[in-house]
């Protein structure tokens, strides 16, 4: 994984996202469209996208799908893992002169992120780390926070007469995956029994991360919108699964949360 992002050379990282879609070709537009990804494969009704010839997101349609609702178990948003933060700068100018809806934009401490949502509803991050070396650690784990996005500092990455954005670079990843639950304290027990991930941090008793290898996170888990929530309805568009690159796996497993949500093991290659 030379090249690569930390998020993605640990013993387990994120492979992919498979999204349920009620119309699997609009969104697939979109994802080429905002992000520049390549369509790798298209076969009954599933669109596979991704960047440097791996695919990183898998859409299937379902027209009979009923809408997400985000008072229920699913996916709060993929984080889809820029190189380095120039990237984020080009992405950022570019977001800004489509006249994007932006959603959010936060400074982390261990990172820069930008939100959105695809017009299926499902959660969208753009980010790219600062350097591990920099990261802090306080009395809940590694220091993260919800900090206003300084745009002038992030934008001044730009050398002069840069080219912009021209599609996601091929060595972005898929950083993380955060999801929605019903409760932070039963997923933090089972990402540590199931998949052996360990806790990072955790904001008060409505969200936990967890990762491997030292990373702020892989998974996230809140109940900000979904506490109590009970398993996820199989029939809504939306989160379908998500894939785990493992280097000791052997072979492919496949896991449920307790809300139903599908894990996929893939060793990695």
Avoid: C
Wanted: aromatic share 10%.
């Amino acid at each position: 994984m030379d090249g690569f992002p930390f998020a993605a050379t640990t013993p387990v990282s994120i492979g992919r996202v498979g999204l349920r879609a009620r119309d699997a070709r609009a969104l697939a537009a979109f994802y080429a469209d905002i992000l520049g990804f390549q369509e790798m494969e298209s076969n009954d009704g599933a669109i596979a996208l991704g960047a440097g010839g791996r695919t990183l997101l898998e859409i299937a349609e379902d027209r009979f799908a009923e809408p997400d609702n985000p008072r229920e178990a699913g996916l709060f948003h993929t984080a889809f893992l820029l190189p380095d933060r120039t990237d984020l700068a080009r992405w950022a100018l570019f977001a800004r002169d489509r006249n994007m809806q932006i959603e959010g934009a936060s400074d982390h401490l261990v990172s820069e992120a930008l939100y959105l949502s695809d017009p299926e509803g499902n959660g969208i991050e753009i980010y790219a780390d600062r350097d591990p070396e920099s990261w802090t650690k306080n009395e809940d784990g590694i220091a993260m926070a919800t900090e206003r996005l300084d745009f002038s500092s992030l934008l001044s990455t730009l050398p002069a007469g840069d080219k912009g954005w021209q599609g996601a670079p091929e060595n972005t990843v898929i950083g993380h995956v955060h999801l929605r639950v019903g409760d932070p304290k039963t997923a933090e027990a089972w990402w540590h029994e199931a998949q052996g991930f360990e806790t990072m941090t955790r904001y008060g008793s409505q969200a936990v991360f967890l990762a491997t290898g030292g990373y702020h996170h892989h998974i996230g888990a809140n109940s900000w919108r979904s506490a109590g929530a009970g398993k996820r309805n199989p029939h809504r568009a939306g989160l379908s699964w998500l894939e785990l690159k493992s280097r000791t796996a052997t072979a492919g497993m496949e896991f449920a949360d307790p809300w139903g949500t599908v894990i996929r093991v893939s060793p990695a290659s």
